[in-house]
């Protein structure tokens, strides 16, 4: 679609206006992060620390054990996304290029927890982990992720799946090749990009997460990134230069993982929206 | 073997169908078995569990759990816990300020990046990018910029000589200071517009152009029609989202002030996790299954109406 110049150039003004306004938070986390505790409420606002205080980030991330966060949280992370990325491929496998009877039926119900709020199964869940002597372990934040994997990355990857074209597994099968060797040796490398995909969304999903942790977790050795940030920030709710250093350096991870993945992000993102 | 009796040739083919199909059936609940397996253990099972939960007075201090019947459900539904109510009142307040600001805000901005603008990617970046920052992050950002005192919302807008507020501080503007802050996450939902406009071929607003239409005929005879479905997506999502706002309340607020921002999921966190009430918290978890599954429904009611499928394809 062509648009006018006058059109292109007011859309223009807009989004740098957005885009200023969206910048805007994380930019003022990071030159505060720099900040000396002087020069940080200073009116009108300073936007460039002078000097820069790197030492904020060594003196935020050693008041608290965040190394040892951080190491948690990667444990996490890493054991989840493994899981997922084994558990959805299989299930999603399963799900588009094997014709079986009742399928879309197994699959539609399946498919209907999506809709489910987790409040309804949090409470007999919890008290099941815990019934087990799983509570204050990361079982109950991490098995979950080997069964089935969510079913929203199942449905992501059925979709990328279902345009791969048939006739691959027709050929595989006149060579001999049953559903594993199928599964295996065509379908996974061909969606190498939703399989990135999978792994990007699980990856935030884990690191990002508050609620599993802050319910699962007890002692503060085993607290996440989030959870940690959250026990800073109930302690030091004036130190502002601290509480951004930490903060920065909690984010820092995923923007760095998104801005690589980008590609990936949005690919994902149009494959599950486009179909309602 | 007693399969020779019927070898004639059609049967034989038949079988061998039969056979294809029988192995098609067990390796296809094979491969689908944890996902099946991940169902029943932490959907369908907990599910049953907790409605059965809720029918008991079960505190895990109390020695002794009773079965009381619709008990719970009874008292919630007479009015009797307030903070129940209030808490409803809350959670409904921020959907309905949330649910359509979110869409309204995105779409307008989803049409912008939709534009041939230079650089579009890099806008696209910068929108999406606070999306990806953990809500504890989010939160503790926004508790500073929203500080009456030394916060950067208030002095530019003294600067600006416009009034102030007291934001997360104050009982009246709480819940849209949340909301605020849940826009900055609004990157997701734009993305998603987005993919649905770039899906609408040129040739569409080209034919409206021939005809001497303008951009508002494009918007309401193409635009809106063929963006539908994911309109319609997004709504389901935002609303399912907002009614299960939980870290946000958490952080930022507590459910302060004077239970102002008393959400849903926090009370019933609260009753469960603090007071250890959770027979009690079973109950309010259903009644919030069944409050989001009414207006799931009613949105997808309505959808017959205004939700448009190009084709018949609608798989």
Redesign the interface.
């Known amino acids: ?3 006018s110049t006058l ?2 150039s007011v ?2 003004a ?2 740098v206006a ?2 200023a306004l ?5 930019v ?2 990071v030159r505060s992060a720099l900040m000396d505790l002087s020069q940080i ?1 200073v ?3 300073i936007w460039i620390p002078h000097p820069f205080k790197w030492d904020n980030f060594t003196r935020a991330l050693t008041t608290l054990p965040f190394d040892k966060f951080f190491v948690n949280t990667a444990v996490i992370v890493v054991l989840g996304v493994v899981g997922t990325v084994v ?2 491929t ?2 999603a ?3 588009s290029r ?4 009742g ?1 879309n039926l ?1 699959f539609g ?2 498919l209907s ?1 999506m ?14 982990w815990k019934s087990l002597g799983f509570y204050d372990t990361y079982v109950p934040l991490v098995l ?1 992720a ?4 969510g ?1 929203f990355n ?1 449905f992501l990857l059925r979709q990328f799946y279902m345009t791969i074209p048939r006739d691959f597994d027709e050929a595989a099968v006149v060579d001999g090749a049953g ?1 594993f060797q199928i ?1 295996y040796r065509i379908i996974l490398p061909l969606s190498r990009s939703a399989v990135i995909v999978v792994s990007l969304f699980t990856f ?1 999903g884990a ?2 997460d ?2 599993g942790p ?2 699962y977790l007890k002692s503060s050795e085993k607290f996440t ?2 959870l940690g ?2 026990m800073f ?1 109930g302690s030091y709710t004036s130190q ?1 230069d601290l ?2 250093a930490a ?1 920065a350096a ?2 820092l991870p ?2 760095v993982v ?2 690589i993945g ?1 590609k990936y ?2 690919e994902g ?2 494959l ?5 | 073997m007693t399969t020779d009796i019927l070898s004639t040739p059609a049967p034989a083919r038949g079988k061998s169908i039969r056979s294809r199909e029988r192995k098609a059936l067990l390796y296809g609940l094979l491969f689908t078995l944890p996902a099946t397996l991940g169902f029943i253990l932490f959907t369908a099972g907990p599910m049953i569990a907790s409605f059965i939960l809720s029918l008991t007075d079960y505190n895990v201090f109390k020695s002794r759990t009773n079965f009381i019947g619709f008990d719970h459900y009874a008292v919630l539904l007479s009015g009797k816990d307030e903070l129940f109510t209030k808490s409803l009142g809350v959670t409904f307040y921020y959907v309905v300020l949330k649910v359509p600001v979110t869409i309204l805000i995105s779409f307008a901005i989803a049409l912008l990046l939709n534009m041939n603008v230079k650089g579009r990617s890099i806008f696209r970046t910068i929108i999406y990018l606070p999306n990806i920052v953990p809500a504890v992050a989010t939160s503790i950002i926004w508790m500073w910029l929203l500080n009456p005192d030394l916060g950067l919302v208030n002095t530019a807008l003294s600067w600006l000589h416009l009034p102030t507020g007291q934001w997360l501080y104050a009982e009246g503007s709480v819940i849209p200071s949340v909301v605020i802050t849940t826009l900055w996450g609004i990157g997701g939902t734009v993305v998603i517009f987005l993919a649905g406009l770039s899906g609408i071929p040129d040739q569409y607003y080209e034919a409206i152009e021939v005809d001497g239409g303008g951009w508002r005929h494009k918007l309401l005879h193409i635009t809106i029609p063929m963006i539908s479905p994911t309109l319609f997506f997004n709504t389901v999502m935002t609303l399912i989202g907002s009614f299960q706002v939980f870290s946000e309340a958490y952080i930022l607020t507590q459910g302060g002030p004077n239970n102002a921002s008393l959400f849903y999921l926090f009370y019933l966190w609260r009753t469960a996790f603090r007071d250890t009430e959770m027979g009690y918290a079973s109950a309010l978890a259903w009644i919030m299954f069944a409050i989001i599954l009414v207006f799931t429904l009613l949105v997808f009611r309505t959808a017959k109406s205004w939700v448009y499928y190009e084709g018949d394809e609608r798989s």
């Open positions: 679609m062509r648009d059109k292109l859309g223009y807009f989004l957005i885009s969206f910048l805007i938070p994380l003022w986390m409420f009116m009108p606002p558990s959805s299989i299930a496998f399963g799900f094997i014709q079986w009877k399928r197994v119900i399946l927890s809709m489910l709020p987790g409040a309804v199964t949090l409470i007999p869940t919890f008290l099941g979950p080997y069964f089935g994997g079913i199942v559903f599964y935030l690191w990002n508050f609620f802050l319910i990134l989030a940030l959250q920030q502002w509480l951004m903060s909690v984010v995923c923007v998104f801005l980008q992000f949005l993102i149009t599950t929206g486009l179909k309602g």
